[in-house]
Each structure stands twice: as structure tokens, then as C-alpha cells.
């Protein structure tokens, strides 16, 4: 059930935004009640997704935040670094280069240390975008 409902979610992302955060909140509910970790997870990520289409950051950070320790109780590491860059993404869009920069390099020790070549490609190609940029006089 939980995996169908966030089937609903996810299909609604872009079309629908608040339906996505309907179906991934009810998501998050029943998979919590019956301890189905990954489903919260899963829930979590997703509805952090919808808020970010909509511009709501903060929301996003919050729903992808609660996802982290979940992803550390399963032993998700590549879960945990995916939710660890997406914040990043939203701190270097709004300007905030020093805490997107804290949050790409631990998306990237955890990469590393996973040898997940591809993510850590991702992760290295964010931070360099953050080197600081020489000014012109």
C-alpha cells in the first residue's frame, strides 16, 4: 500500500505539486505505523521534491533533514548522501555557497567511502562550482 501511494505521489510532482505532498504525507503515516523505514524514507524524499518544485525551501530541507537519520538507521548511506546534496542544492541557490560547501563535501566523504564513482563525480563537479570566484576591478 505504501509503496502505491507513493507510486501516486511521485507521478504527481510536477502535474500536481499539492497532491504529491498529500499522497507522500498519508505515505509517510502508514509507514511509520507499521515501522516500514524505507517507506518513510522514500516518503520523505519525495515530498521534500514537491515542496522544492513549489519553492518552498525550507520545507524541503525540513522533509529531507527528518529523512537523514532514518537513512542512518538503515544503514543507506547512498539514501543519506542523495538527501545531503539536494539540501546543498538549495543553500547554493539561495547564495549560501559556505553551508551548500558543508553539505557537498559530506555528501562526498560518503560517496567515497560507499565508491559510488558516479555520485561522487556529482558531489566533486558541486563543490568545485563553489571555489571562490576572483574578482575583477
Known amino acids: 500500500l505504501v509503496e502505491a501511494i507513493l507510486t501516486l ?3 504527481s510532482l510536477s502535474s500536481d505539486p499539492n497532491a504529491a505532498i498529500y499522497y507522500a504525507n498519508s505515505a509517510l503515516s502508514i509507514a511509520d505505523s507499521i515501522k516500514y523505514f524505507k517507506g518513510s524514507t522514500q516518503a ?15 520545507e524541503a530541507i525540513q522533509s529531507w533533514q527528518l529523512a537523514l537519520p532514518v537513512y542512518e538507521k538503515l544503514k543507506d548511506l547512498a539514501g543519506k548522501a542523495n538527501m545531503l546534496s539536494n ?3 538549495i543553500f547554493f541557490q539561495q547564495a549560501d555557497e559556505l553551508r551548500a560547501l558543508d553539505y557537498y563535501l559530506k555528501a562526498l566523504k560518503i560517496a567515497e567511502e560507499i565508491a559510488n564513482d558516479n555520485a561522487s563525480t556529482r558531489y566533486m563537479n558541486a563543490k568545485e562550482g563553489l571555489k571562490p570566484r576572483r574578482q575583477e576591478n
Open 87 to 89: 539540501i546543498g542544492v
Open 44 to 58: 520523505l524524499k519525495t515530498r521534500g521534491i514537491a515542496y522544492y518544485n513549489q519553492s518552498k525551501y525550507f
Open 9 to 11: 505521489s511521485r507521478n
